[in-house]
Protein backbone atom coordinates (compact mmCIF):
# COMPACT_ATOMS: atom_id res chain seq x y z
CA UNK A 1 0.00 0.00 0.00
CA UNK A 2 1.54 3.33 -0.84
CA UNK A 3 1.72 6.21 1.80
CA UNK A 4 0.63 9.33 -0.05
CA UNK A 5 1.29 11.27 2.61
CA UNK A 6 4.82 11.30 2.68
CA UNK A 7 5.21 10.73 -0.99
CA UNK A 8 7.50 12.69 -3.40
CA UNK A 9 4.60 15.07 -4.56
CA UNK A 10 3.31 15.35 -1.28
CA UNK A 11 5.21 18.37 0.20
CA UNK A 12 3.98 20.18 -2.60
CA UNK A 13 0.03 19.26 -2.82
CA UNK A 14 -0.03 19.88 1.35
CA UNK A 15 1.85 23.61 0.86
CA UNK A 16 -0.93 24.44 -1.90
CA UNK A 17 -3.57 23.16 0.00
CA UNK A 18 -2.08 24.90 3.07
CA UNK A 19 -2.18 28.37 1.12
CA UNK A 20 -5.63 28.07 0.25
CA UNK A 21 -7.00 27.11 3.34
CA UNK A 22 -4.72 29.93 5.60
CA UNK A 23 -6.03 32.06 2.50
CA UNK A 24 -9.65 31.40 3.80
CA UNK A 25 -9.00 31.29 7.11
CA UNK A 26 -7.06 35.01 7.53
CA UNK A 27 -10.11 36.65 5.65
CA UNK A 28 -12.03 35.45 9.00
CA UNK A 29 -10.01 36.98 11.56
CA UNK A 30 -8.69 33.38 13.01
CA UNK A 31 -5.00 33.39 14.03
CA UNK A 32 -2.72 30.35 13.51
CA UNK A 33 -3.23 29.89 17.47
CA UNK A 34 -6.48 29.44 16.72
CA UNK A 35 -6.71 26.72 14.17
CA UNK A 36 -4.09 24.78 16.01
CA UNK A 37 -6.66 24.60 19.10
CA UNK A 38 -9.46 23.79 16.93
CA UNK A 39 -11.04 20.31 17.49
CA UNK A 40 -10.46 17.90 14.15
CA UNK A 41 -14.24 17.99 13.76
CA UNK A 42 -14.79 21.95 13.66
CA UNK A 43 -11.27 21.97 11.34
CA UNK A 44 -12.75 19.38 8.87
CA UNK A 45 -15.77 21.76 8.79
CA UNK A 46 -13.66 25.00 8.47
CA UNK A 47 -12.21 23.16 5.24
CA UNK A 48 -15.38 22.23 4.07
CA UNK A 49 -15.97 25.86 4.04
CA UNK A 50 -13.42 26.47 2.37
CA UNK A 51 -13.78 24.13 -0.51
CA UNK A 52 -10.76 22.20 0.36
CA UNK A 53 -10.71 18.27 0.94
CA UNK A 54 -10.04 18.01 4.69
CA UNK A 55 -6.11 17.80 5.06
CA UNK A 56 -5.27 14.30 6.61
CA UNK A 57 -1.99 15.49 8.72
CA UNK A 58 -1.67 17.66 11.08
CA UNK A 59 1.67 19.04 9.10
CA UNK A 60 -0.64 21.32 6.89
CA UNK A 61 -2.42 22.59 10.04
CA UNK A 62 0.73 23.21 11.44
CA UNK A 63 1.62 24.48 7.56
CA UNK A 64 -1.48 26.68 7.91
CA UNK A 65 -1.01 27.93 11.39
CA UNK A 66 2.45 29.32 9.97
CA UNK A 67 1.24 31.04 6.98
CA UNK A 68 -0.99 32.80 9.16
CA UNK A 69 1.27 34.65 11.13
CA UNK A 70 3.42 35.12 8.77
CA UNK A 71 0.04 36.92 6.81
CA UNK A 72 -0.48 38.88 10.33
CA UNK A 73 3.01 40.21 10.56
CA UNK A 74 2.83 41.29 6.71
CA UNK A 75 -0.30 42.68 7.29
CA UNK A 76 0.92 45.15 10.38
CA UNK A 77 3.70 45.99 8.20
CA UNK A 78 1.47 46.93 5.27
CA UNK A 79 -2.04 48.22 6.65
CA UNK A 80 -2.80 50.48 4.02
CA UNK A 81 -2.42 47.93 1.28
CA UNK A 82 -5.74 46.28 -0.27
CA UNK A 83 -4.64 42.65 1.02
CA UNK A 84 -4.05 43.65 4.16
CA UNK A 85 -7.92 44.06 4.82
CA UNK A 86 -10.08 41.28 6.07
CA UNK A 87 -13.03 40.45 4.13
CA UNK A 88 -14.89 38.42 6.43
CA UNK A 89 -13.47 39.21 9.79
CA UNK A 90 -17.11 38.69 11.24
CA UNK A 91 -17.45 34.95 10.26
CA UNK A 92 -14.55 34.79 12.95
CA UNK A 93 -17.80 33.84 15.47
CA UNK A 94 -18.50 30.76 13.35
CA UNK A 95 -15.47 28.91 14.45
CA UNK A 96 -14.28 30.60 17.27
CA UNK A 97 -16.12 31.29 20.22
CA UNK A 98 -15.15 33.62 23.09
CA UNK A 99 -15.01 32.28 25.99
CA UNK A 100 -18.14 32.25 28.52
CA UNK A 101 -17.33 34.17 31.84
CA UNK A 102 -18.97 31.80 34.73
CA UNK A 103 -21.79 33.20 36.48
CA UNK A 104 -20.76 34.96 39.96
Same mark, same amino acid.
Given at each position: ???????????? %?? +? *?????????? /????? @??? &?????????????? %?? +? *?????????? /????? @??? &????????????????????????????????????
Amino acid at each position: MTDYAHSGAAPQ %RR +A *QKARQLASYI /WHRAI @TGT &EVLAMPAPVRRKLA %RA +A *QVNPPSTEET /WTAVA @TLL &EEKDRWAARHPEHPAACRTHADEKLLWVKPPIAPWS
